[in-house]
């Protein structure tokens, strides 16, 4: 096996040079760099990433808690987490949380599985267990559920993307556009997705009938498929129908279509999350893409500042993510 000793001698320069460049240490002069690294380069010589993580009492690993993993949307952002992170040589343990109480126990037990520092995709925890996430351990919040905790914060876009495809239905002729969300109790996706409708209803001039909006217990393709078949056979009048995740309009289509109900002809659909299976449905599904990976990124690297950082901080980001409309043929694409 080659050694640092090994890269030294062939480059001219100490071990603790070759050490520095590993280290991406600030001092090193360029012409040293370039001829260690084109000696690392000839020689094969391979970081042994493990024992560098136990000289730093790091164990290369960061944690990742979502709530479920059989969500086409969980396992899309599990991937490009994980894309993320292999790029800086981390790896990722994941786990499940299902509920609020695994979410904490995530949360408050992370150190104590060897993780480095936890992304946690809360949906469970609310505003009143924000003092719950004063850890001692570096975490990043992904998602929406907390909202000025003393933790790094990398929320989706969800009042201007679903004003966008609230406002997307209206150009396309809808007038009468259903909303399925879950339950809207505190400030969350559902609850700020609905803001974002109601404001491209208001900027429209429409008005906002409390019928059209849908709750269900799950936002899954069966609950939007059994929601489809109630409004439909109940005699709800819409024409148009924003779902907060693909899942549930993909459900929606489906109801639709048991309904005799053509898409997009009678009724125009759009989701939220843009998963893979939204572009091979028939038809395919009009989506809002928020940028998965981006905010992948942006999580990874406030993680990973936060582990490197020798001293805690009260300095915490709260980050906003892109999002772009994807037209297909469930609007008339």
Known sequence: MVTIQDVAKAAGVSPMTVSNVINDHPNVRKATREKVLEAMARLDYR???????LAKGRTGTI??????????????????????????GLRVSIEQTASRENELDALSLSRNRLYDGLILCAAGMGQADTKRLRVDHPVVILGDRIF?????????????????ATRHL?????????????????IDTSSLRLTGYRQALTEAG?????????????????EG???????????????G?????????????????DADVRAPDQVKVIGFDNVSESEFFIPSLSTIDPDHDGMAERAVALLIRRIEQQEPTTDHEESVGEFSLVIRESTGG
């Not at 209206?170 to 505190?186: D, K, N, P, Y």
């Open 47 to 53: 970081v042994n990433v493990a024992a560098r993580n």
């Open 63 to 88: 944690g990742l808690a979502v709530p479920e993993l059989n969500s086409p949307y969980y396992s899309l952002l599990a991937a490009s987490i994980i894309t993320a992170t292999e790029r800086r």
């Open 148 to 164: 000025g905790g003393p933790v790094d914060h990398v929320a989706m876009p969800n009042l201007e993307a679903s004003r966008a």
């Open 170 to 186: 209206i150009e396309r002729g809808c007038r009468r556009i259903a909303f399925l969300c879950g339950a809207t109790e505190e």
């Open 206 to 222: 429409l008005p906002w009938d409390p019928a059209l909006i849908q709750q269900v217990d799950r936002l899954g393709m069966r």
């Open 225 to 239: 498929a059994r929601r489809a078949r109630e409004m439909t056979e109940s005699g709800l009048d819409f024409d």
């Open 241 to 257: 129908v924003f779902c907060i995740t693909d899942s549930l309009a993909m459900g929606v289509l489906r109801g639709l279509a």
